[in-house]
């Protein structure tokens, strides 16, 4: 009888310590879990995504520069949170179907944020494939307006402004600058060609006493435009305003040039870019186009751009301070969220401010970056310049 009651002290103390084991456990692992999910081993990868190649690589390669700054600078203080970051980089040549490839290889690959796309129309292709994967994505040139607007994209996020802030820029200079009161306008029939010259004609027939004297696409790639070039001049236009990129617009612009056509041409950030200065050659002199405004005189923008020439050895091309200041937004959200949740990056963005050669940005509740807008420049002896 002895013997049993030890043996069932026995039993019953070592039920006591297991259950006890098992409580430390209950209390213990959750910790342990949280903090294995939370804190990642191996390299943080961002995913760059863009034009790389073919006629608008102009766009893209310098995006892919400027997060390569960035991250360099961020890797030599120790990387964040004590990750190294590692870049992965997808082209979609700003193709709509190149750029969900490009989108599907970035997640299979594992990134973890995205700073592009470039495009409009590439970007709004690659944008499900991200929000299914719950990745913040970050473009510094991606302006159509329902990108943000739309409220379809809470993963998405700017450093550049919308189409409709562009298009008012745009129609604004023309009537009260360039007083045209009968405009022809022209598209590229793209996501942000036809975007923002949709918005143009809206704000021009809200207007009394302004005419929309032609609104007409165009097929890009095209060799030839005098067909649309020949209409614009019947319609007895007295100014031109162009939805689109530099290819289709240095054309257009050449041929009305070499018609006689002397109307202004004023367009956007697609064509405000050193490439087509150098295609169009002197048909560019007097071009307008809408870009972001300049902030050459930012000790930051100063920096990024010396450090540009002394790594790559020439000036960055377009849209190069805006994918430097996408990086910076990128690299401080995931510093300040503390890991990768997608929850938290994105409460970082709208809340915690960055200082970037943009200026000190957040971004608004729709992701557009607070305090970012467009100015006039003009093409004046092979350049361009901001228009006062």
């Excluded at 379809?152 to 008012?168: C, L, V």
Aim: proline share 4%; charged share 20%; glycine share 10%.
């Amino acid at each position: 009888m002895a013997r049993f009651k030890n043996a069932q002290s026995l039993k019953k103390g070592f039920v006591l310590t297991v259950a006890a084991v098992a409580f430390v456990a209950l209390v213990v692992l959750p910790a342990t879990s949280f903090a294995a999910k939370d804190t990642k081993a191996g390299p943080l990868k961002i995913g760059v995504g863009g034009a790389h190649s073919g006629d608008l690589a102009s766009y893209g390669l310098p995006t892919v520069k400027a997060v390569e700054l960035v991250v360099k600078a961020k890797n030599d203080a120790g990387g964040i949170n004590g990750r190294m970051i590692e870049l992965l980089t997808q082209d979609d040549a700003c193709k709509p179907e190149m750029a969900v490839n490009a989108a599907s290889k970035l997640v299979t690959d594992g990134a973890e944020a995205i700073i592009g796309h470039i495009c409009s129309g590439a970007t709004n292709a690659a944008l499900g494939i991200y929000k299914d994967a719950k990745l913040v994505v970050i473009s510094p040139s991606a302006t159509n307006t329902d990108l943000t607007h739309s409220g379809n994209n809470p993963n998405f996020f700017r450093t550049i402004g919308s189409d409709y802030a562009q298009a008012k820029s745009i129609v604004d200079f023309s009537l009260k600058n360039l007083n045209a009161k009968n405009i022809a306008v022209i598209h590229d029939k793209g996501d942000y060609g036809k975007g923002l010259a949709e918005l143009a004609k809206s704000l021009l027939e809200a207007t009394p006493g302004v005419a929309v004297a032609l609104f007409e696409g165009v097929t890009p790639g095209a060799v030839d435009y005098s067909a649309v070039v020949q209409k614009i001049k019947q319609s007895k236009a007295d100014a031109v305003i162009f939805g689109g990129y530099h290819p289709e617009a240095s054309k257009i612009v050449t041929q009305m040039r070499r018609r006689g056509m002397k109307i202004p041409f004023i367009s956007d950030d697609g064509v405000k870019d050193d490439t087509f200065i150098k295609v169009a050659g002197k048909y560019a002199e007097g071009v307008y186009a809408t870009g972001p405004k300049d902030t050459s005189k930012n000790p930051l923008t100063i920096k990024a751009i010396a450090d540009h020439k002394r790594v790559y050895g020439e000036d960055p091309g377009a849209f190069f301070i805006n994918a430097y200041a996408a990086a910076q937004a990128l690299v401080n959200a995931i510093e300040k969220a503390g890991s990768t949740d997608f929850d938290k990056i994105v409460n970082a963005l709208h809340n915690e401010p960055v200082e970037t050669p943009l200026g000190n940005i957040k971004f608004d509740e729709r992701g557009d970056a607070i305090g970012v807008g467009f100015s006039i420049y003009q093409v004046q002896n092979g350049v361009y310049v901001e228009m006062e």
